[in-house]
């Protein structure tokens, strides 16, 4: 009995780190926490592998380019890392295990040419069920999006989208998404965490998405994460540039229908950056000449047309190494429009029409990230998002009567918005390799305007008035 206990005794005064092969002077684990950015832009990367060399452990970096990494130091002198991205060269580092540290991976583009590479392996059984929850979840990569055929020179994000197994398009042309079966008003379409709730150009040929502008797009078919929210059919989370932290950089290019310009650059180089993308079809000037000359052999005169434009710009600003800003903005609308009246008009008896048809959306956010500490982030959103339909038309008729001049005016006009301000925070905590825990919650304030008509009759009014009151267009009303 005093040997058993003498035994006892012996063993609680052997240090832990010892009992468990741990490296004295040690601690038990270490966590390795930072960003992954491009080396060229200092754009954040998302969905970056980084896996401790040698091992099976790893993680990924969240939306926003964070990573965090926790490890044992059993057996290991140091922690070598190792970063993985498509389309990267791999990046390796390595640090003694002593503490916790910060390190930012910088990685540079790959080599244009690749060694041919033999793959040799054994398929081996599973026992531990799918390793991955988001089994529906498809990241495409921009480059992948603007190498693909194009129709008429855009690169349109939806319709590439719609090449993927589970998703079709509604017929020939069109940009809608029917995923699974579901209607396109069934799926959340959100740019840089904000709803868009018509995104679609010329009546759904383009999509409102200029390709130039985009940093990640993610399309989940399937069991959604509840920080969307929930809908019926898909998420599509598409995230902007942060625009180019190192050098001042432009590109642009003219298609048969439109063209678009991107500028982006550092404001203060690894300190605050912009970036400034647009985007308007021509098709209005091109064929002012063919619709004049065909209204005049019609007898009339006037103008008619339709454009669509987008615009994008997005500022971010490095506070602190652990606080981020970013505030992101989008405008695009639709706009057709018709002016008529008789080429040769008589004095005493005319007619003259004005017809107008909008659509748009606009959309803003303010963005915090926040590193709490090496495994705990968070992201704050502020978020604004309008999507509006207009529709008018007025009409002045002038005649004679009895020797007495009259006009008769008309004006009508139809609106329709959806007005939306969100408050949103989101908490990514690592405590292992093994666990990844999101959690956070929102505030949302929807407005609905499903349809305001407005007429106007007027008589005995002056022609120029009543299309001083009328013709105006202007493309956003008040959510009420």
Request: with cysteine; charged share 20%; hydrophobic share 35%.
């Amino acid at each position: 009995m005093n040997q058993l206990l003498r035994c006892c005794l012996l063993g609680l005064l052997v240090s832990p780190a010892v009992a468990w092969g741990q490296t004295p002077g040690l601690p038990a684990r270490v966590t390795i926490s930072g960003y992954v950015r491009d080396r060229a832009t200092g754009e954040n990367l998302i969905g970056v592998a980084v896996v401790l060399a040698g091992t099976g452990q790893g993680t990924a970096t969240n939306t926003y380019g964070f990573y965090s990494l926790t490890v044992p130091t059993a057996g290991l002198d140091s922690v070598r890392l190792v970063a993985n991205y498509l389309g990267y060269a791999r990046q390796r580092w390595a640090a003694p295990a002593t503490s916790s540290a910060k390190h930012d991976f910088l990685l540079p583009a790959a080599a244009n040419e690749l060694a041919s590479v033999e793959v040799v392996g054994d398929r081996q059984a599973d026992d531990h069920g799918p390793r991955s929850t988001r089994m529906g979840t498809i990241n495409v990569p921009i480059a992948q999006i603007k190498s693909l055929p194009k129709l008429m020179g855009e690169t349109d994000v939806l319709k590439v989208l719609q090449l993927l197994p589970g998703v079709q398009s509604g017929g020939e042309g069109t940009s809608g998404l029917y995923v699974r079966g579901g209607s396109p008003d069934q799926n959340l379409i959100l740019l840089d965490g904000t709803p868009v709730y018509n995104a679609s150009h010329l009546f759904g040929f383009f999509s409102v998405f200029n390709a130039d502008a985009l940093n990640n797009v993610e399309l989940i078919k399937g069991g959604f994460p509840a920080r969307y929210g929930g809908r019926l059919s898909s998420v599509l989370d598409i995230s902007m540039k942060e625009g180019n932290a190192q050098e001042l950089h432009g590109e642009g290019a003219i298609s048969l229908i439109a063209s678009r310009f991107t500028l982006e650059g550092p404001i203060k180089k690894d300190v605050a950056s912009f970036i400034v993308s647009a985007r308007r079809t021509y098709l209005d000037v091109v064929g002012r000449p063919l619709i004049q000359r065909q209204l005049k052999q019609e007898g009339q005169a006037g103008s008619l047309g339709y454009y669509f434009y987008d615009l994008n710009a997005k500022l971010n600003w490095k506070v602190s190494p652990r606080d981020r800003l970013y505030l992101s903005a989008y405008r695009g609308y639709d706009k057709f429009s018709a002016d008529l009246r008789d080429a040769d008009e008589d004095p005493n008896d005319y007619r003259r029409s004005n017809s107008r048809l909008g659509w748009g959306n606009l959309t803003g956010a303010l963005r915090w990230n926040h590193v709490v500490n090496d495994k705990l982030f968070m992201n704050t959103h502020l978020t604004y998002s309008q999507y509006q339909f207009d529709v008018g038309q007025a009409s002045a008729y002038h005649f004679v009567d009895q020797g007495q001049p009259t006009n008769d005016n008309t004006t009508l006009r139809y609106l329709s918005n959806i007005q939306d301000w969100t408050l949103k925070t989101d908490f990514d905590y690592v405590p292992s390799p093994n666990h990844y825990l999101r959690f956070g919650g929102q505030l949302i304030r929807h407005a609905f305007r499903p349809g305001a008509s407005v007429q106007d009759d007027n008589i005995g009014v002056s022609p120029a008035r009543a299309f001083r009151v009328a013709a105006p267009w202007v493309p956003r009303v008040p959510c009420t």
